[in-house]
């Protein structure tokens, strides 16, 4: 246990030391032995109105020593108060139970124009696991599972440092062809035109305990355009995929390249708490050119938007019992103890104040 101010306590307890030898001097060598004798003092002191004024002084000299000894121990507790209290927790316990599904939708490609975005998400995304501890995380790229959702989070750490690492490979400017190359297995598969409902639907469904309360958190973090580039309809409509977000209470959040967004995701967004943020596409067929400056905008960009998302978990039981569970008294506020004391300290000088009347 840590103190404040621990030299305060050996000049405190001298103090009060001085004050108790003090008082007891002053009892027995005090005003009686400076004053004459009084004659026959036995017959005042024992009138009525002398017996009443003396039990009257006991109390309230009773009163006196319990306010003085109750103030000076309020003022110690707030000056030497722990500074903190210890309780055993395992590293990350504090975190939100959550369940995130990183989505990457159509046309979000390595080979295409995205693989320097795709390299700095990945290399971020594996900074912030390496900080989760009740959290659990998956990938999804259109209708290809990268990776279920699990708990192994050195494992998926491991993961997204070998798509940061092709990433980086494939958007090389000393060798424009090595995003033809190079072997994207582990973050895309065959190119296929695929609409945003179906990739938000697979999505979706790779959260576990989709339609059942399992207590934790559900969030999808996408990636990519949210404009429709597929012609034929999609599998999900906007209404079904609107229906299975809300009974599933999946959290939507969106970060996306340039500055136009579609209505509906937009609004999909909006109603199940979720945030949205576009940033800068760099390097590509239609992003801006490959600067250094601009590069490390974009990190910064998609850096910033991580830290927002993460930073809003959704709710869930799990972190609503906990809450309730946390002890409600804050160890570390002395306001409490120095209005005790206050109210000791008026109740001594009200006493003494009666002493003298």
């Known amino acids: 246990m840590g103190l404040k101010w621990p030299l305060l306590l050996l000049p405190i307890i001298i103090g009060i030391g001085v004050a108790v030898w003090y008082s007891k001097r002053r009892t027995r060598y005090g005003w009686q032995g400076e004053l004459p004798y009084l004659a026959r003092s036995y017959r005042l002191t024992a009138l009525p109105e002398y017996q009443r004024a003396l039990r009257l002084h006991e109390r309230l000299s009773v009163a006196a020593l319990v306010m003085s000894i109750v103030a000076v121990f309020m003022l110690l507790g707030a000056t030497l108060r722990p500074t903190k209290t210890y309780e055993p927790q395992l590293a990350g316990s ?26 700095q998400l990945a290399t971020i995304l594996r900074e912030k696991v390496e900080g989760f501890g009740n959290q659990r995380i998956g990938m999804t790229k259109e209708f290809q599972r990268n990776f279920p959702v699990t708990s192994d989070l050195p ?9 940061a690492k092709v990433a980086e490979q494939a958007s090389s400017e000393d060798d424009p062809s090595a995003k033809y190359s190079v072997d994207t ?20 469904m790779g959260l576990p305990a989709v339609g059942s309360d399992n207590g934790r958190g559900r969030s999808i973090i996408y990636v990519g ?72 905008n974009q990190k910064d960009e998609l850096s910033s938007a ?7 978990p959704p709710q869930s039981t799990l972190d609503d019992r906990r809450k309730d569970e946390q002890h ?6 002395p306001d409490l103890l120095l209005q005790i004391a206050l109210i000791a300290a008026v109740a001594l000088a009200a006493a003494r104040l009666g002493m003298r009347l």
């Open 328 to 333: 409600p008294f804050q160890w570390d506020v």
């Open 94 to 119: 504090d975190t939100p139970h959550v369940d995130i599904m990183l989505c990457f939708g159509p046309l979000y490609s390595i080979r295409l124009s995205d693989g320097l975005a795709i390299g």
């Open 306 to 312: 991580l830290d927002k998302i993460l930073s809003n």
């Open 225 to 296: 355009s949210t404009e429709n580039y597929e012609s034929n309809p999609p599998i999900y409509s906007d209404a079904m995929l609107a229906g299975i977000v809300k009974d599933a209470k999946i959290q939507v959040n969106t970060i996306v390249p340039g500055t136009q967004t579609r209505e509906f995701v937009d609004k999909l967004v909006k109603d199940s708490g979720g945030r949205q943020y576009l940033y800068t596409e760099v390097g590509g067929i239609t992003g801006d050119d490959v600067t250094p400056r601009k590069i490390d």
């Open 185 to 204: 297995e582990v973050f895309e598969g065959s190119f296929r035109t695929v609409s945003i409902n179906d990739t938000l639907a697979m999505c979706a």
């Open 155 to 163: 494992w998926v750490e491991q993961r997204l440092g070998e798509i």
